[in-house]
Each structure stands twice: as C-alpha cells, then as structure tokens.
C-alpha cells in the first residue's frame, strides 16, 4: 500500500479512517478538502483543481481522502487501494447533523481555514441520495479495476474497525 485512495459518502468516517491509515502506515496525508475549499467556501475552479488533483496523484504515496467524483476516475486509477466505505445512509445522515452541532462556528482541521461548519439541505440531501445516485457508478468503477489493485468495500463500523485492525 504506497498510495490509498479513502472514498465514500458525507459523513461515512472518510477523514477518520484516513487519518488511521496514514497513521499506521506512515504514508503522507491528504485531506482533499482543505485543497478544494477557500476561506467562504469557496471551491476551486475546474482547471486548477484538475492541475492540484494531477500534482497529489503524481506523488510517489500518500493517503487520500475525499470524493470529488468529477477526479475520481483519475484518483481511482493512480491508487493501489481502495477503500469504499459504504455505509448506511442514515448512519451518515446522523454523524453529518452531530459532526455540525459539535464543530458548530469552528472549522475542522481536515478543512480549508475560514471554512466553519455548516450544514446545508442540499448536502443532507446529497447523503441521503448519495446510495441510490452516486454509490452504482462508484462500484460499477471498482469492479472494472484491474486485479492487480486492492479494493475494499466496508458496509459498516464492525468492518471499518476489522480493516483498520488489520492495517
């Protein structure tokens, strides 16, 4: 594992796990929204996320997290690792309106500084379509994955925390 790409919906522990795995690994990590966001929350135009997204990819390793699915297919093929965590909407519906209510005005380290917390409907009603509108195509691209890479799949916390274990 020289290069882990951490992907799933709002709220399914992405950062966490990320964190957990550069920390076991000691591998370099990114946290792609602290690239994507400027201070207001505002994203970064298309042309320079692609450059950003080709200078991180072109690395010799690191742990990635994030999804960005306009970059994802570029990300997916850099990685040698995989980890979908696909877990159920509403356990990430819930930690997306916890995380909001315990980071309230501050804003998270995995973050851009001058991006405090917030919470829209539109990114709860991201979450909560995410299984049925984002999670086909993302399996649909890890099933086309040559052999040679490692994919993992992880439905729940108990699978998250044996991944992790195993590290």
Known sequence: MRRVLVIGSGGSGKTTVAKEIAAKTGLPLI?????FWHPGWVSTPDAEWDRVTDELIARDSWVMDGNYGRTLPKRV????TVVFLDLPRVVCTWRIFKRRFSHFGKTRPDVAPGCPEHLSWEFVHW???????????????????????????????????RFLANL
């Open 31 to 35: 946290h792609l929204d602290q690239l």
């Open 127 to 161: 979450v909560w379509t995410y299984p049925s509108r984002r999670r086909p195509g993302i399996l649909r691209q890890l099933e086309a994955l040559s052999r040679d890479k490692r994919v993992f799949v992880l439905k729940n916390s108990s699978e998250v925390s």
């Open 77 to 80: 093929a850099a990685a040698d």
